[in-house]
């Protein structure tokens, strides 16, 4: 079984300041990770992903996330924020120890931007 | 990159009428196709996945006959809330897998239905 979970239903940052959102996650085999951006009322947009490799990904907006095996994590993180940077964020899992393709995700965490 | 659609983008019907839900992979082939609801602010819940030219699989608490799933071609899926009512208002969103190893995950842009 896999799971994900994200501790924090709301963050909340300055703009101009870093910020965090955190995941962690649960899988038999190895994993696969993402980090999606939801817009109200818009599907999911693809930020990154880790497959394997360097641990630091780099993706979309500015983002990036860090894979920790000891830690079972994946936050994500922005050096600087951004007002337009405000939405709900999920971490999602995938078990590569299936190819369903089926992934598992995190009840989202809304990120709040102020100026 | 990949693009998948879904039509409509928004629906609005009566209470007890069926509605119809399509997603489309445009540009790659899916063997695969899955399908989520989403609540207000809550996670995406998977209702099912769909596997091209054969039945759909449903998680557990999923009514199989009432929103029924076809995958009849490669690059189509469909969805059908049957005899909606207004709890099934929310929003839908599917996701098409692509061939090869890795099985790239595409998400369309979601669909908002409301049962009146």
């Known amino acids: 079984a896999q799971s994900v979970a994200q501790p924090e239903d709301q963050v909340n940052v300055a703009e101009g300041n870093p910020l965090t959102v955190k995941c962690t996650y649960s899988v038999s085999g190895n994993p696969y990770l993402f980090w999606y951006v939801q817009y109200p009322n818009r599907g999911l947009q693809f930020l990154l992903k880790y497959i394997t490799g360097d641990n630091l990904v780099k993706g979309s907006y500015g983002f990036e996330a860090e894979f920790n095996k000891s830690q079972t994590s994946f936050h994500l993180k922005k050096p600087s924020a951004l007002v337009s940077d405000s939405a709900l964020y999920f971490c999602?899992?995938?078990?590569?120890?299936?190819?369903?393709?089926?992934?598992?995700f995190g009840d989202g965490t809304t990120l709040t931007v102020k100026p | 990159g990949a693009v998948v659609s879904q039509h409509p983008s928004w629906v609005i019907c009566k209470s007890g009428t069926s509605v119809k839900i399509e997603c489309r992979s445009l540009?790659?082939?899916?063997?695969?196709m899955f399908w989520y609801r989403q609540f207000p602010k809550k996670s995406l819940m998977l209702m099912a996945t769909?596997?091209?030219?054969?039945?759909?699989?449903?998680e557990q608490g999923v009514e199989k006959d009432k929103f029924l799933i076809n995958h009849a071609s490669l690059t189509l899926s469909t969805l059908t809330v049957t005899s909606a009512h207004p709890e099934d208002s929310s929003f839908y969103i599917c996701?098409?897998?692509?061939?090869?190893?890795?099985?790239?995950?595409?998400f369309g842009p979601g669909t908002r239905l409301t049962v009146t």
């Open positions: 540009d790659f082939q899916a063997t695969t």
């Open positions: 769909s596997n091209e030219g054969s039945k759909a699989t449903y």
């Open positions: 999602a899992v995938r078990d590569t120890s299936t190819n369903a393709g089926k992934s598992t």
């Open positions: 996701s098409a897998a692509g061939t090869g190893g890795f099985r790239e995950q595409y």
